[in-house]
């Protein structure tokens, strides 16, 4: 059990550099656990930072070969026992640090305690989350007992009450390690199903399978949508980090080996998303607080795909209409919300352009795959009809942050499908000239099945 929670560790927080430990109980009245440090009979006392309710103080406690774990001698095991002062009324709102030398360490607990914390007292966790970070960074966080006594009124004061920016160390995680802080004030997506920050290890190979099953359905829509007289494009809107990679929490390569080995092929019907987005100005196609590409980046998309295409081109829209508003990612950081400002298109450029919404399917059940919407505008720039199987980048298109938006006001008729796959009896059905299939770097893990 020990040698599968060390390697956990190890997979789980690199960061440790060689210092491992776990919390395996936490009281009111103490935290019991064990570290690995360098090997002795008799370990020097250890220095443990707690953080509580906006306090923090240095803790030096002894160490002892615990019984029953000298088969893990040569691991260099010792169990810790550290009393709390004062007492704590909640377990989740306490923070434990390893000291060594001028370095600080998290000490995680053990995963059935992580589940017993989950979502339990957040405002603590976030608060315990920053001060930390701070620390590891030597970061001088100003006036905590604003958060502090936040947390312990429940009124967030101005910290909520009004809109405030500031700045946070990056490689913060939020509580469920789903986002993460970035710099240039950019939140990024960390883990999920999708393990994104996987995606861009130095080390990660490319799946030769993967990059096969996706050659061949690529190559197959694009024959098949010529039968039916339709055109194909096919496009993979990268992640944030891909477009702005000097902004990530990290250093990393740029797009993940799937996407560069997918854009270096040639493939037919193939539209580089990261190529149009890879400019001077990239920073400003991503929202700061989302994952998707706010009305810039979609605008960006949209005008370089009419160039592909060798469409008409519409002037610039004029980006007119200001609001504040927080993300997907900026919605992890519970109960506190990180928000931005944003910039859109009050119109757009054709002023003659007035789609609508003809008819809209949303599944019982809520779920996003099979959501259908379509568009037909009366006064198009361009007569094409057009198909597109896509995800939430595209969406209803009510709004200018939404590819759909661009692409109803631009062309005849509009129909979205939300679907990894393409499907060819709803091209049989509906004729259109051209035939959009989108996907996201983080989904292209697993090839679409048509």
């Known amino acids: 059990?020990?040698?599968?929670?060390?390697?956990?560790?190890?997979?789980?927080?690199?960061?440790?550099?060689?210092i491992h430990g776990i919390i395996e109980r936490c009281t009111r009245k103490q935290v019991m656990g064990w570290l690995v440090t360098s090997p002795c009979d008799n370990p020097e006392p250890q220095n443990f930072i707690v953080m509580y309710q906006g306090k923090n103080w240095v803790e030096r406690v002894e160490l002892w070969h615990r019984p029953g774990l000298s088969d893990y001698k040569k691991d260099n095991l010792y169990g810790f026992r550290l009393f709390l002062k004062p007492r704590?009324?909640?377990?989740?709102?306490?923070?434990?640090?390893?000291?060594?030398?001028?370095?600080?360490?998290?000490?995680?607990?053990?995963p059935e305690?992580?589940?017993?914390?989950?979502?339990?007292?957040?405002?603590?966790?976030?608060?315990?989350?920053?001060?930390?970070?701070?620390?590891?960074?030597?970061?001088?966080?100003?006036?905590?007992?604003?958060?502090?006594?936040?947390?312990?009124t429940g009124k967030h004061h101005e910290?909520?009450?009004?809109?405030?920016?500031?700045?946070?160390?990056?490689?913060?995680?939020s509580h469920y390690e789903t986002a993460i802080t970035g710099k240039d004030g950019h939140l990024f997506l960390y883990g999920g199903s999708n393990k994104v920050d996987k995606l861009f290890d130095h080390d990660a190979q490319l799946n030769?399978?993967?990059?096969?099953?996706?050659?061949?359905?690529?190559?197959?829509?694009?024959?098949?949508?010529?039968?039916?007289?339709?055109?194909?494009?096919?496009?993979?809107?990268?992640?944030?980090?891909?477009?702005?990679?000097?902004?990530?929490?990290?250093?990393?390569?740029?797009?993940?080996?799937?996407?560069?080995?997918?854009?270096?092929?040639?493939?037919?019907?193939?539209?580089?998303?990261?190529?149009?987005?890879s400019d001077d100005v990239s920073k400003d196609y991503f929202f700061k607080t989302d994952s998707h590409l706010n009305s810039h980046g979609c605008w960006r998309v949209?005008?370089?795909?009419?160039?592909?295409?060798?469409?008409?081109p519409v002037s610039q829209p004029e980006f007119n209409r200001l609001r504040t508003m927080c993300g997907d990612l900026g919605k992890k950081f519970a109960p506190y919300k990180l928000s931005e400002h944003d910039v859109s298109p009050s119109r757009f450029p054709v002023t003659s352009s007035k789609p609508e919404l003809v008819t809209s399917f949303i599944p019982p059940d809520k779920r996003h795959i099979g959501r259908t919407y379509h568009w037909r505008n009366n006064i198009p720039v361009s007569e094409k009809r057009v198909l597109v199987f896509g995800n939430s980048f595209f969406e209803k298109g009510i709004n200018a942050h939404q590819l759909t938006w661009w692409?109803?006001?631009?062309?005849?008729?509009?129909?979205?499908?939300?679907?990894?796959?393409?499907?060819?009896?709803?091209?049989?059905?509906?004729?259109?000239?051209?035939?959009?299939?989108q996907s996201i770097e983080r989904f292209a893990r697993l090839a679409p099945s048509y």
Not at 90 to 109: K, Q
Not at 302 to 312: S, Y
């Open 208 to 277: 030769e399978d993967l990059a096969e099953k996706w050659r061949a359905i690529i190559a197959k829509r694009f024959t098949q949508l010529e039968q039916y007289d339709c055109q194909l494009l096919q496009m993979v809107i990268p992640e944030k980090q891909s477009v702005i990679p000097g902004s990530y929490y990290r250093e990393i390569n740029g797009a993940s080996p799937l996407l560069r080995h997918l854009e270096a092929q040639q493939l037919p019907g193939w539209f580089s998303v990261l190529e149009a987005l």
């Open 407 to 437: 692409f109803a006001h631009y062309f005849a008729e509009v129909i979205f499908i939300w679907s990894p796959d393409m499907n060819i009896g709803m091209v049989k059905k509906h004729k259109p000239d051209l035939v959009i299939c």
């Open 1 to 18: 059990m020990l040698r599968k929670l060390l390697n956990r560790l190890s997979k789980r927080a690199p960061e440790f550099k060689g």
């Open 159 to 173: 910290l909520s009450d009004s809109v405030s920016e500031f700045l946070l160390p990056a490689g913060i995680k």
């Open 302 to 312: 949209f005008e370089a795909i009419l160039e592909h295409l060798e469409l008409a």
């Open 88 to 110: 704590l009324r909640d377990t989740a709102e306490a923070s434990v640090l390893y000291c060594l030398g001028r370095d600080f360490y998290t000490i995680p607990s053990m």
């Open 113 to 152: 305690r992580e589940i017993e914390l989950a979502g339990v007292k957040s405002e603590a966790h976030f608060y315990n989350l920053v001060f930390a970070n701070a620390l590891l960074q030597n970061i001088s966080i100003q006036q905590p007992e604003l958060i502090a006594e936040s947390l312990k």
